[in-house]
């Protein structure tokens, strides 16, 4: 029986060469082979061997199930299981080659000399050439959720990286930034930021000092394999103060190949001349192929940014960070050690610190900033540093069939050190923030039913936060618990998912008055709560709906800030006798999916009743040192709403023209007139040509883009400084393209031009508008290289 | 999985958890923010023989708050007066005076006086700093005829910067700036 087999793939082999390739050198070639083949077949008739393992994606480590896979030898094919593991048992030894495919990706085709049970994973390396436009994935261990989902990851999140998370978010529709000159961007969702929209880092809640208008997320967007971005609330899964929606930045699971792998990823721009780099390398032992670990650090240098005419003083940046990993994963049990540690020192613009109410009107009224200077990398006073630590372990256990029991843990150490342009000679800083995190979850992924699944969890957090320098918000001390559970249910077209979370919150302030020592405390708790369906007629057409209850604590910031906000030259004023908000949220989506065409369609609706806000007192704040603007933070109902249009249309077979608007609406009722610092309206147009590919280079494509801002004309009356800034529309260009080397090793390169007439703008939500303009064009070079070490790659050369 | 490696876990967790809350800094002992070096007080002091004028601006709580205080100045018709400036920190207790500290880091400071065009009001420097650079803590002050408007007193921080006399508004950072109504009657 084992001679038959041999025989038959040898007569298989015979016919191919014979066929394909007949000359001397082949047939010499498989004489040998023959020969060699033979001479196994003698020596060896053992034909109990196996070859199996699991096909995952290498960009984010998904398992693939169901991808193909077959041995040419044999012609012998198999599909992975859904947890994305196959099999071939019964074969003999000898030598195979399996040829792996999925939908999607690069076909992928390895030798094997099999001579033992033999254990190798497929890591599918994604083939960009289609719409990188949206996708809406279903995650197989995930309980679909009825909010949007947008994820970016692959070629698309390649294309974006090199800037700050914020701006790398910034093209997803619907998303926004609130920025602070060009070094500090924090993402908006729905006109909604900080507090209100949750980031998820690595699967722990980012805790820094989210809470200030000029504080980005401490979060180094090299690290990310995947960014989701879930509008809509999503309080139940992910804390009850995910009003807006959820951001997650995931890194890939630390799963590699036996031997070492990386990705090196390398940035340059002309615009700030800066520079960006990230090396990460991974791997696992032969010997321990559970095992793995990973090892990364990045920075990012820049200088001052340019305007069109002059260049911002004091707008230079630095950054570095490291991570480092290990993952031990089996199918029963798993655990994953993560520590990572962001640094960057940002310049704060030198012409947004001003002396007075004059100087403010002076510098409004003045066509460009009362100080400018000549391009430099130097980072002078006033500049912010800000340390972010972070370590994490999580564990699993599979609890039955279908269920998961998960443990995460994590400690975060956010030191946040703001420097004064005018502090003392000493290197003290003028406000120095100690937060300390620690976060604790302990998940149950079940399914009761085939058609039932959900989870159960309760999760904690304990904070004390510390200040030094001048007072800005008080110390404090935050103890969270939550329980929630959920479920989705599957009933032919339909899922159905409903959820409900339960959260008490204590907080007590510890502070000095008027040199009296006063420690206030506060207890919240509430409910919230999701409901959601998802209708899917077909692979063409799906609807959701979901409807969002959430609660908000006010923030020690809102309740009893009280002080000069350096970063942004503004008194700022908390009001203690707060109360938390709660949001109620519809969501409705529709998505059209054709080959030819792509369209999702999202509206939001959300209800808050006290929003808390930071209100212009009109009034200026007189100190010693002159003038500050003042805000106050207040309270009042209101409503946020929109639409989200997402679409790609493929004109001809190589040019796709994507576009994406979003139109949002904000109104304040006890005000009973707009809401404030809300994004106008914004219109993303793209179109692209993709080029034929050729051996060497895979995706060749260029597009160009044209963005129309709207002027935001729906502001409170008599409410800022400075008018809304026009509208502006802004042209870019970008290129990309992967080389192909030795049908192994990709080169992706991309060259992407932005504001490409150097059109000088002003955005509402640049805290900076009143000053300056916008940055001007800027032409960025993107390289990326993979990196293929030791027995990985030999592995791959057997072919 | 067995009960062993649950009960590992477990430990551990709490263990972490324990060792993170001890080691964790203690937020119940926080800074008196009046304890570092705050101005709340401009007093000026101006003197032409037996005629003293003092005027002051006072925020005795420091920013934020109840509002300052600022009063007019009340001055008298073709007069030279010699004026000198005290800053003082009210929120310690006794009060502290800060005068001392900008007259020993003179070469870092410089007070800016200007008047608005209303008013017959001039001022020059009647100090120097070791670089024979003017300060401002003394000055001369001439008035003519009767007028009304404001003095706006300016200090600013040059650290290593302060340009050689007459100096330079534009440079350094604000530490103060005040702005007096004054009367010439």
Redesign the interface.
């Known amino acids: 029986m084992h001679h038959l087999l041999l025989s038959i793939s040898i007569q298989e082999l015979s016919a191919q060469y014979f066929k394909n390739q007949f000359n001397q050198v082949a047939l010499v070639r498989y004489i040998f082979l023959m020969i060699g083949l033979l001479g196994i077949a003698w020596s060896q008739t053992n034909c109990n061997l196996s070859i199996s393992g699991k096909i995952v994606s290498d960009a984010d480590r998904d398992k693939m199930c169901f991808a193909d896979i077959v041995i040419k030898e044999t012609g012998k094919g198999t599909a992975a299981n859904e947890e994305g593991y196959y099999s071939f048992n019964n074969l003999c030894t000898g030598k195979y080659t399996l040829v792996c495919t999925h939908v999607g990706y690069f076909t992928q085709e390895i030798t094997i000399e099999l001579k033992e049970n033999t254990i190798y994973d497929f890591y599918l390396k994604e083939n960009e050439v289609e719409l990188h436009g949206f996708t809406l994935e279903e995650h197989d261990d995930k309980v679909e959720l009825s909010q949007t989902k947008y994820t970016m990851e692959g070629a698309h999140l390649d294309k974006n990286r090199g800037a700050t998370l914020g701006e790398s978010l910034k093209r997803i529709t619907g998303m926004y930034t609130l920025n602070t000159g060009n070094s500090i961007s924090k993402p908006v969702l729905h006109g909604m930021h900080s507090k209100r929209l949750l980031i998820l880092n690595n699967g722990v809640r980012q805790e820094g000092q989210q809470w200030g208008q000029e504080h980005g997320p401490e979060i180094d967007a090299f690290v990310a394999k995947k960014i989701t971005i879930v509008k809509g609330s999503s309080s139940v899964r992910y804390g009850s103060d995910a009003i807006a929606g959820v951001i997650l930045v995931e890194p890939a699971a630390i799963i590699a190949p036996p031997g070492i792998r990386g990705d090196l990823y390398l940035s340059g721009n002309t615009n700030g001349f800066g520079g960006a780099g990230s090396l990460m390398l991974e791997g696992s032992f032969k010997k321990l192929s559970a095992l793995s670990w990973r090892i990364q650090g990045s920075f990012r240098k820049s200088g001052d940014v340019a305007t069109p005419g002059y260049y911002m003083a004091n707008t230079a940046m630095e950054e570095y960070n490291f991570s480092t990993g290990l993952g031990y994963y089996k199918e029963k049990a798993g655990f994953e050690l993560f520590f990572s540690m962001f640094h960057t020192k940002l310049g704060i613009f030198s012409a947004s610190h001003f002396g007075n109410l004059t100087d403010l009107q002076n510098a409004i009224n003045s066509p460009q900033p009362l100080i400018i200077r000549d391009f430099s990398y130097d980072i002078d006073r006033p500049y912010q540093d800000i340390t972010h630590y972070m370590a994490k372990g999580k564990a699993y256990v599979k609890t039955g069939q279908k269920s998961k029991l998960e443990f995460t843990f994590a400690f975060q150490e956010n030191r946040r050190k703001e420097f004064d342009s005018h502090g003392s000679l000493n290197e003290d800083p003028s406000l120095f923030f100690i937060l300390q995190t620690v976060t604790g979850e302990v998940n149950w992924q079940h399914s009761f039913h085939k058609k039932l699944k959900g989870a159960l969890g309760i999760s904690g957090l304990y904070q004390t936060n510390r200040w030094d320098g001048f007072f800005f918000i008080p110390n404090f001390r935050n103890v969270n618990g939550g329980v929630y559970w959920y479920e989705n249910l599957k009933l032919g077209h339909w899922d159905f998912e409903a959820g409900i979370r339960y959260d008490i919150s204590s907080l007590q302030a510890y502070m000095y008055v008027n040199n009296v020592y006063q420690d206030p405390a506060f207890l919240y708790h509430n409910i919230s709560a999701n409901v959601g369906t998802i209708f899917h007629l077909n692979d063409h057409f799906t609807a959701r709906a979901n409807y969002g209850l959430a609660w908000r604590p006010p923030h020690i910031s809102e309740l009893y800030s009280n002080g000069l906000h350096h970063g942004s030259a503004s008194y700022e004023i908390g009001d203690s006798t707060l109360l938390p908000e709660r949001a109620h949220n519809v969501n409705l989506s529709a998505n059209l999916n054709f080959s030819r065409f792509k369209l999702e369609l999202t509206g939001y609706y959300y209800y808050i009743q006290d929003f808390i806000y930071l209100k212009p007192t009109l009034e200026p704040v007189l100190t010693i040192r002159g003038a500050f603007p003042g805000f106050q933070y207040t309270a009042g109902d209101v409503d946020i709403k929109g639409v989200d249009v997402d679409m790609d249309v493929l004109l001809t077979k190589r040019f796709v023209w994507s576009s994406k608007t979003s139109l949002l609406w904000a109104w304040n009722y006890t005000q009973k007139d707009f809401l404030i610092n809300m994004p106008s309206y914004r219109f993303d147009n793209e179109l692209s040509y993709q080029f034929k590919d050729t051996k060497t280079m895979k995706g060749p494509y260029i597009s160009a883009n044209l963005l129309v801002v709207t002027r935001q004309s729906m502001v409170p009356a008599n409410s800022d400084y400075a008018a809304p800034p026009d509208a502006y529309f802004l042209v870019g260009l970008s290129a990309g393209v992967d080389f192909l080397i030795k049908k192994v090793q990709t080169i992706s390169v991309s060259l992407t031009v932005a504001n490409l007439l150097d059109t000088p703008y002003r955005d509402y939500l640049n805290r900076f508008r009143y000053f300056s303009n916008d940055m001007g064009r800027n032409v960025v070079l993107k390289l990326k290289i993979p990196l293929e070490f030791s027995s990985y790659k030999k592995l791959k050369k057997t072919k | 999985?067995n009960m062993k490696?649950?009960a590992f876990?477990k430990i551990a967790?709490v263990a972490?958890?324990v060792s993170?809350?001890l080691w964790?800094?203690?937020?119940?002992?926080?800074?008196?923010?009046?304890e570092?070096e705050v101005?709340?007080?401009?007093r000026i002091t101006a003197i032409s023989g037996s005629d003293t004028v003092s005027f002051a601006?006072s925020?005795p709580?420091g920013?934020?708050?109840n509002?300052?205080a600022i009063d007019t100045a009340v001055l008298a018709t073709s007069t030279v007066y010699n004026v000198t400036l005290e800053l003082i920190d009210e929120?310690k207790n006794p009060d502290d005076t800060l005068t001392s500290q900008i007259l020993a880091e003179g070469i870092?400071h410089q007070f800016f006086f200007s008047m608005t065009l209303s008013l017959n009001l001039m001022s020059a420097y009647a100090d120097l700093d070791a670089n024979n650079n003017p300060i401002g803590l003394s000055n001369t002050w001439t008035t003519t005829t009767a007028s009304t408007g404001s003095v706006i007193i300016?200090l600013k921080?040059q650290?290593g910067i302060k340009p050689a006399s007459p100096g330079d508004i534009l440079v350094?950072?604000?530490?103060?700036?005040?702005t007096f109504p004054v009367r010439i009657e």
């Open positions: 999985m490696k649950f876990i967790l972490s958890i993170i809350i964790s800094c203690d937020p119940t002992d926080p800074n008196n923010p009046n570092g101005i709340t007080s401009l601006y925020d709580d920013n934020g708050g509002p300052p929120t870092d300016t921080h650290p350094g950072e604000t530490d103060i700036e005040v």
